[in-house]
């Protein structure tokens, strides 16, 4: 059964400390789980700054080792890799990040970078081959080979660039693509076209990817699933029309509610006032639900008990409102 | 807003831009801007990076610091029933005659307004004092700015903090009443609410289009964020590669925008609820060392003519208060 997942992300904790003399510690995860069955899926994790989705992230690309948790990647402990078995997973998960320009050595030239990932990664056995194999590859991103051909990062657009870093992801044909708010640096013109190639990527070559955001509104139009974090806890997650939708969490809720759209129809409510925060955020070293001090709906219960996921609407929610409506959901 | 009453701020012909090191050129980043900032109304600048947004509204507050110079054009300001000219005024006289009390402004980074080793008390007590005099007392001056602090609903524990203690949201909420503690005229916010959180966004807003309207200012609101015009704003402009390409009615512009290059942008967006397929906008937009001659979007534009490539479009009145800057609509002109 587990060897059916792709990814699966168990109760994950990864601690940092802060603080110069004082050991200080906050828990940027804080016991999260979730997992990518297999077949080709577009999974979002969605947060605002200081929710861990980055953290995430790293943690899911071998990149970070949680204190606690595992993380298994086709059924294999991604921390617990042999020198095989890294090789394997190098060329199976790929990454692309926020800025195309600090992925790329600035002096070297673009094409070389593709052509050596063909050659490393895809089992090109000669030039021509992986030639051929970056030409395809650069097919889907929607570029010519006279965009890229002796040309160094800095003179390509970022919007270029980025296409470029999804060309050279996709060349050994991953099972996994883990993007990191890829989309936000450009201008919104363009952001739309890279999303269409991630859903090319997905259905034409079946990669699944997790798309790390904080925008709601391009993690609606592309993904399949959506988790929602919060202060190191993933509090809502199921499909995205059910979160979106039909959101059950109150942050969910108010997040969604805030996100300035370009329909007027939306006004009246989004200038409906709200509740600004203190000077400080204390939350992470809290009891009780992370969210309770900013919930509109907390009770008494919800300063005692971190609350558990419960399934409403075939979507898990992690808040005490939803408490024995339903049975425990398997998270 | 749509009377006949004299605009606020009228800005004519602006052109301004940066000298470029290495004797590269000049990069004209405001091209020929000319647009009426009303009284009571919230205006929105918007387009993308390098459009130019940043570098007019920089300019119409007269913060012209090199490599930033101002080529030509006007800004007529009114201010106790004259109408003064700033762009030609120094620094000095702008700060003494302008600044706070007719135009504030609002940075993008909160950072680069307050200094990290001052209590935010301190800066408000030196806006108060270069503002109403030294022979306010400091004690005086802490009363004011403690009960205006709890009129606009920040937390007076905010005053003994230094920047660094507070949350970026918070320093931009300070920035914000910093801003308007002097009942300006007309507030100039370059991307105040970019890179915070969206449910922060929406309270440092709502709190900023209240203070507008209650003081009765007017507000220029420079954002990317097409979402964030629509929340707010009764009137917007688009501006292009330098070039104000349309203005309108916000209701307006999202409902039918005239530009092809508006048309794009609203087609591109994504929105909640709505799968439907998008297209991005193809190309990129033109390096301002060497535009391309005619429309400045000619190169992107699907519908293209032969003249959008030799001859640059005027804005033109389509209806009144609707202009736009394109070949399409030549012979739609409503005056002018």
Known sequence: MKHEMVVDVRDVEKRFRYGVFFGFTFKALDGV????????????????????????????????????????????????????????????????????????????????????????????????????????????????????????????????????????????????????????????????????????????MGVSFFYITHDLSTAYYISDIIAIMYRGWIIEKGPIEGVMEKPSHPYTQMLIESVPEPDLDKREKWLLRIKLGGIEEREFIEQGCKFRSRCPFAFEKCSKEPPEFKLENGVAVRCWLYEDRYNKAPS | MSTKEEPLVMVRNIIGGYVVSGSRGFLEAVSRVTLDIHSNEIIGIAGESGCGKSTLVKIMYGFIRKPLVLTSGKIYVKKDGDLLEIASMDEDERRKKIWWRVLSYIPQNSMSVLNPVKRIKDHFIEILKAQGGNYITNKDAIEAIASYMEEIGLP??????????????????????????????????????????????????????????????SLVLVSHDIGLHAMMTDRMAIMYAGKIVEVGRTIDILRKPLHPYTQALLESLPRLGDKKPREGLRGMPPNLLSPPPGCRFHPRCPFAMDICKKVEPGLVETEPGRLVSCHIYRGEEHRR
Do not use: C
């Open chain 1, 33 to 204: 789980s979730l997992y990518i069955e297999n077949k080709p899926v577009i999974y979002t994790v969605a947060g605002e700054s200081g929710s861990g989705k980055t953290t995430l992230a790293r943690v899911i690309l071998g990149m970070l080792k949680p204190e606690r948790g595992y993380v298994l990647y086709r059924g294999r402990d991604i921390y617990r890799l042999s020198r095989k078995e890294i090789r394997w997973f190098r060329k199976e998960v790929q990454a692309i990040f926020q800025n195309p320009y600090a992925s790329f050595n600035p002096l070297r030239k673009v094409y070389s970078y593709l052509l050596d990932t063909a050659l490393n990664l895809a089992n090109a056995h000669n030039k021509e081959e992986a030639q051929d194999i970056v030409a395809r590859a650069l097919e889907i991103v929607g570029l010519n080979l006279d965009d890229v051909i002796n040309k160094t990062p800095s003179e390509l657009s970022g919007g270029q660039l980025q296409r470029v870093a999804i060309a050279r992801a996709l060349i050994p044909k991953p099972k996994l693509i883990v993007a990191d708010e890829p989309v936000s640096m450009l201008d919104a013109s363009l952001r739309v076209n890279i999303l269409n190639i991630f859903k090319e990527a997905k259905e034409r």
């Open chain 2, 156 to 217: 007076r524990e905010v005053l003994y903090a230094y920047p660094h203690q507070l949350s970026g949201g918070m320093r931009q909420r300070v920035v914000t009443s910093m801003a308007l503690i002097m009942r300006p005229r007309v507030v100039l916010a370059d991307e105040p609410t970019t890179g915070l959180d969206v449910v922060v966004q929406r309270g440092i807003i709502q709190n900023i289009v209240e203070s507008i309207r209650r003081l009765g200012s």
